[in-house]
C-alpha cells in the first residue's frame, strides 16, 4: 500500500475513533450457542432471572428435557469461569424422576443460589425448591424444599435475589379464584434456614402469576401479572424496605387499555426500573418501563421503548451507574428474535434497537445479567434443530457496559482517609462506613482480584487472611484489611 494512502487510512480510523468510541469498543461478540441434546432446553420467563453474573463468573439455569420429556423436566446449569470465553460442561442439579421446571438463580460472592418448582412430593401440585453451591458452582447442596402445603395449590415460577446473606424467592400458587396470590420467603444465613412463606398480594379474586423481583440492600421490590379487571393484565408491585419484614400496600403500576404482560425489575440504591410488554394499541404489542427514584414509593409515567408497529415483549432488564440495558422479543421480521436496546445517561436517551438473532426461527426469554464493563445475554433458541427442540444460547459485549467508574451521584467519592471498613480485623464481614450500597473490589496480597462484593458485605465468604478493598470506581488507593479465625 502506498504510504500517503497508508497515512491517510490511519488518520480516517483515529478521527472515527474519537469521534465515535463506542463504534469501536461496544461491540457484540458473535452468538455462542451452549447446549446440544436432542429435546428442549428452555429457560424460565424473562423476569424470573436465568442467568447471574458476579466477576469472571457466570451462572445460568434452565429447565431440560433429555431425562423423559414433559414428565420429567430437570433443571440443568452451566458456568463459564472467564466471562463468558469458555463453558464448562453441563451439570443435572437434580436426578429425582419428576416434574421439575421454572429455575432461576441468583450469585453472591462464591455462593450461587438456584430454585425451581418440583412436583416430587405431593399428588396435588408443585412445591418451591432450593439447592445452593458455596465454591462457584464447583459443587452443590442438597435439594431443600422450601413450601409444604398439604393441599391442591401448585407453587410455581419461583423468582430468586440474593444481597450478601439474604436471600429471597417470590413465586405465585395457582389454584381458585382467591388462592391464586404472590408469595414470598426468605433465608438470612446463606440458605441454611429459612422463614414461612408471606402472601404479598392482596385477597382480591384474580390470577396473579410471572412475579420478578429485585434487590439491593435491604430494600425489595416484587411485580407481578395481574387479570382482576378480567381480561385485561395489568403490572401490580409491592416493596419491602426492611429485608421482608414487612411490605407496602399493592400498587397498580400500568392502567392503559390492553394487556400489561411480564414484568421485570431492577434496582440501583434509591432507583427503581421496570420494563414490560404492553398491548395498549390493539393487536400490537410494544416494551414500555418506567422508573421510581424514591425506592418505589412514586413513579414516573409510562415510557414507550419500542415502535416495531408489531410485537415486542418478554423484556429483560439490568442497570449499572448510569447505564440501563434492555433485551426483548420482537416478532417485526415474522418469527421470533431477540433485540437489544440500552441507555448510557440514565434513561435520557435510548439506542436504536440492535438485532441479535438471524434464524427466522424461535428465539425468546432473553435475560440481561451484568458485570464491570461487561454485558451479557442469554435465551433459547430453535436454530439448527427441528422444532420443538430448543438450545441454550449466548452473547456478549466485554465493553457494553462503560462509564459506570464516573461519579455520577455528586460527593459520592470520598478521599482514602475518610473510607473505614469496621470491623478491622474482622471474623464474618466487614462494613464501609457511609458507603453500604456501593460496590468494592477485594484483592489479595498479590493483587490478584477475589471477587466485587457490596460495601456491606465486604469479605462475608473469604477465608481467613490479608486484603486490599478498594471502590469500583478505583479513585482512591487501597485499604488494607484483615480477616481472622
Given at each position: ?373 461487561y454485558v451479557y445475554v442469554n ?10 427442540n430448543f438450545e441454550i444460547w ?92
Amino acid at each position: 500500500m502506498d504510504k500517503q494512502i497508508r497515512n491517510k487510512l490511519c488518520m480516517l480510523l483515529t478521527s472515527i475513533f474519537l469521534l465515535s468510541p463506542s463504534i469501536i469498543l461496544a461491540q457484540w461478540e458473535p452468538n455462542v450457542r451452549l447446549t446440544y441434546n436432542d429435546s428442549t432446553s428452555q429457560l424460565c420467563f424473562s423476569g424470573a432471572r436465568s442467568a447471574a453474573a458476579f466477576g469472571d463468573y457466570i451462572h445460568i439455569v434452565w429447565e431440560d428435557w433429555r431425562n423423559g420429556g414433559g414428565s420429567n423436566v430437570d433443571p440443568y446449569y452451566i458456568r463459564s469461569t472467564n466471562r463468558g470465553v469458555t463453558w464448562q460442561p453441563e451439570v443435572r442439579l437434580t436426578t429425582n424422576s419428576s416434574n421439575q421446571g421454572f429455575p432461576s438463580v441468583a450469585v453472591s460472592g462464591s455462593m450461587v443460589h438456584v430454585t425451581w418448582s418440583d412436583y416430587r412430593d405431593t399428588p396435588y401440585g408443585h412445591e418451591i425448591y432450593y439447592k445452593r453451591s458455596t465454591d462457584n458452582g464447583v459443587s452443590w447442596g442438597p435439594d431443600i424444599r422450601l413450601t409444604f402445603d398439604a393441599d391442591t395449590l401448585d407453587k410455581y415460577r419461583p423468582a430468586i435475589a440474593v444481597s450478601g446473606s439474604n436471600i429471597h424467592v417470590a413465586y405465585e400458587t395457582m389454584g381458585f379464584g382467591p388462592r391464586e396470590h404472590i408469595f414470598y420467603i426468605r433465608s438470612t444465613d446463606n440458605g441454611t434456614t429459612w422463614s414461612t412463606p408471606v402472601q404479598v398480594s392482596s385477597a382480591v379474586a384474580s390470577n396473579k402469576y410471572k412475579a420478578s423481583i429485585a434487590v439491593d440492600n435491604s430494600d425489595l421490590h416484587i411485580a407481578w401479572n395481574d387479570d382482576r379487571f378480567g381480561t385485561n393484565l395489568e403490572i401490580y408491585y409491592v416493596h419491602s424496605l426492611d429485608n421482608g419484614i414487612t411490605w407496602s400496600p399493592e400498587m397498580r403500576l400500568t392502567e392503559a387499555d390492553g394487556y400489561s404482560v411480564e414484568p421485570c425489575l431492577a434496582v440501583q440504591g434509591s432507583k427503581v426500573y421496570v420494563a414490560w410488554g404492553d398491548q395498549r394499541e390493539p393487536g400490537n404489542m410494544e416494551v414500555y418501563y418506567k422508573y421510581s427514584t424514591d425506592r418505589g414509593i412514586n413513579w414516573s409515567q409510562d415510557i414507550r421503548l419500542t415502535n416495531s408497529s408489531q410485537t415486542d415483549g418478554c423484556p429483560s432488564i439490568a442497570v449499572s451507574g448510569p447505564n440501563i440495558h434492555i433485551a426483548f422479543v420482537s416478532w417485526r421480521t415474522g418469527y421470533q428474535e431477540i433485540f437489544y436496546k440500552n441507555s448510557t445517561n440514565n434513561g435520557a436517551t435510548w439506542s436504536s434497537d440492535t438485532r441479535f438473532t438471524f434464524d427466522n426461527n424461535t428465539s425468546s426469554h432473553p435475560c440481561v445479567t451484568l458485570s464491570d464493563s461487561y454485558v451479557y445475554v442469554n435465551w433459547y433458541d430453535g436454530q439448527g434443530v427441528t422444532w420443538p427442540n430448543f438450545e441454550i444460547w449466548f452473547k456478549r459485549n466485554p465493553n457494553g457496559n462503560l462509564g459506570i467508574n464516573e461519579d455520577t451521584d455528586k460527593g459520592k467519592l470520598i478521599p482514602n482517609a475518610q473510607l473505614a471498613v469496621i470491623p478491622n480485623p474482622f471474623s464474618e464481614f466487614a462494613v464501609v462506613v457511609g458507603r453500604e450500597n456501593d460496590n468494592f473490589i477485594v484483592s489479595n496480597v498479590s493483587g490478584q482480584k477475589i471477587g466485587v462484593y457490596k460495601g456491606n458485605q465486604i469479605g462475608f465468604d473469604l477465608p481467613a487472611g490479608v486484603y486490599f478493598v478498594i471502590p469500583k470506581d478505583r479513585k482512591v488507593t487501597p485499604l488494607r484489611m484483615v480477616k481472622i479465625r
